[in-house]
């Protein structure tokens, strides 16, 4: 393994090496010291890295551009896991100079930056709503026609927030409007065994939505080592199939808060013990006891029911539906144990270091970019919805569909979902 350069020691020549610590792996040029170690100078590429509780190593972002004395210094470009990217200078791992950021959805900044905000002459363009500024930038901030100050990142996350509500359009797709594809429900099938593999595909895979999983009526109605109903016994097979623990009834939970009781704990804690353990965090749509094979099937739940009763950014927030930006913002941090908190590496610095750097703060949650080094330990979250009301064999992927629409949409952000349905082979 590389070693950091110590004050005191004598530099020697350079040259190109290729090595990996703490999760960094780096080619490209460095100053190597008489005692072996070197030191990231010149021109380099880095792919960082983190492991997930599983032991599963996962890419947090790639840079590839200049470096001075172990830092990212310079001219370079970096990418994101949750898809943001820029383009451009680099002042000690943060943004500086000129540059050009863009975010998933294709919205983008193209102008000066200053410590990692956006400070200078510069453009913003949101794809959100089409709005388009040009001007002086301050932390963030221009000032508009009439006086009054805009905070273009906090107005742009405001707008990406504003996509994941029920009855809300799909986000935009590289800068445009939702194509009718994107705008689709996509319906898959699948067999019992099947299920947690298509469930974490759906989330890892682009456009990222959320299972909702639903089985139909060759689906044994009870199973696996908890006897659950069907599907929900699907989804706890295997190691890291869920569990009790981060199973959470919407039944249980809307008569808890009837009758005024602490609900949002349930969530909580479920989504602490699925981030700690692996375990999909899952929320469980019951059976209302509609007719299997009335043909109008799939009538609306209560309104109850509607996550929007529910969503709340302590307990159950919102970017659920969005999980790419709630591990990049580091809001699924907050639902950790104490000790478990405050473990991301600092956006300060690109250099290699060990434990001293993993306990340091990333700073204001509302930064235009996530930070640029991973957690020593990813605690990701993987989500599911499940209704178990079961659905009669046969169907077509429109009977689906149109069942799916009448019964969840006041109810779930559909345009952020897709239907896995279990049928037995």
Not at 65 to 70: E, F, L, Q, R
Not at 227 to 249: D, F
Not at 380 to 388: D, H, K, P, Q
Request: net charge negative; with cysteine.
């Amino acid at each position: 393994p590389a070693h950091r350069l110590q004050r005191g020691t004598a530099m020697d020549s350079g040259g190109r090496r290729c090595f990996r610590t703490a999760g960094q792996i780096y080619y490209g040029d460095v100053v190597e010291a008489d005692d072996g170690g070197c030191t990231r100078h010149g021109l380099g590429i880095q792919v960082v890295t983190a492991a997930t509780v599983s032991g599963e190593n996962v890419i947090w972002g790639r840079y590839k551009g200049a470096w001075k004395n172990d830092k990212m210094t310079g001219t370079g470009s970096y990418r994101w896991s949750d898809g943001s990217n820029y383009e451009g200078g680099f002042l000690d791992g943060r943004p500086h100079g000129n540059g050009k950021l863009t975010w998933p959805e294709g919205s983008s900044y193209d102008g000066a930056w200053a410590n990692g905000e956006m400070n200078g002459q510069g453009s913003f363009y949101s794809a959100y709503d089409a709005f388009a500024v040009h001007g002086l930038f301050v932390r963030n901030c221009i000032r508009m026609h009439d006086g009054s100050w805009v905070n273009v990142a906090r107005r742009r996350e405001q707008s990406r927030a504003a996509r994941l509500q029920i009855g809300a359009l799909p986000p935009p797709v590289a800068g445009g409007p939702p194509t009718d594809e994107d705008m689709k429900l996509s319906i898959e099938f699948c067999n019992p065994d099947d299920v947690c593999e298509k469930a974490t595909a759906a989330l890892r895979t682009p456009p990222f939505r959320v299972p909702l999983i639903l089985a139909d009526s060759s689906v044994a109605a009870f199973g696996g080592v908890h006897s659950s109903a069907a599907p929900l016994w699907c989804l706890e097979a295997g190691e890291y199939g869920c569990s009790p623990s981060t199973t959470v009834h919407l039944t249980h939970v809307a008569t808890e808060k009837r009758r005024k009781r602490d609900y949002p704990q349930l969530f909580r804690h479920a989504i602490r013990e699925a981030l700690l353990t692996y375990r999909p965090f899952c929320l469980v749509f019951g059976d209302d006891g509609e007719e299997l094979g009335n043909p109008q099937g799939g009538e609306p739940m209560p309104a109850a029911f509607s996550l929007d009763e529910f969503f709340e950014p302590t307990s159950l927030p919102v970017d659920i539906f969005d999980l790419q930006h709630l591990h990049n913002s580091g809001a699924a941090e907050k639902f950790l144990p104490a000790e478990k908190r405050g473990m991301r590496s600092s956006v300060l610095s690109g250099s290699i270091r060990g434990g001293d750097e993993a306990g340091a703060e990333t700073g204001d949650s509302e930064a235009p970019h996530p930070p640029t080094l991973a957690p020593p330990v990813l605690h990701l979250l993987r989500f599911a919805m499940v209704s178990l009301q079961r659905l009669p064999c046969g169907l077509e992927e429109e009977d689906v569909r149109a069942r799916v629409v009448r019964r969840f949409a006041e109810h779930v952000p559909l345009h952020r979902t897709c239907i896995l349905v279990v049928s037995a082979p």
